[in-house]
């Protein structure tokens, strides 16, 4: 593969993470752009899990 097929499909991965645990009823977990550890649930809601700042 070429880097930017790479890129282009790395990039689709947090939707499909997130498309994946709303067909399983699950969470995503994930650091944000502050550094903090959230889980987000299927209905949208977002808990910080962890602060690392």
């Known amino acids: 593969m070429v880097d ?21 009823g699950t969470y995503i977990v994930y650091m ?5 550890v959230v889980r987000e649930y299927p209905d949208g809601r977002t808990i910080k899990v962890r602060d690392e700042n």
């Open 32 to 36: 944000d752009d502050n550094g903090c």
């Open 4 to 24: 930017d097929e790479i890129e282009k499909i790395l990039r689709k991965m947090p939707d499909y993470a997130r498309e994946e645990a709303r067909k399983k």
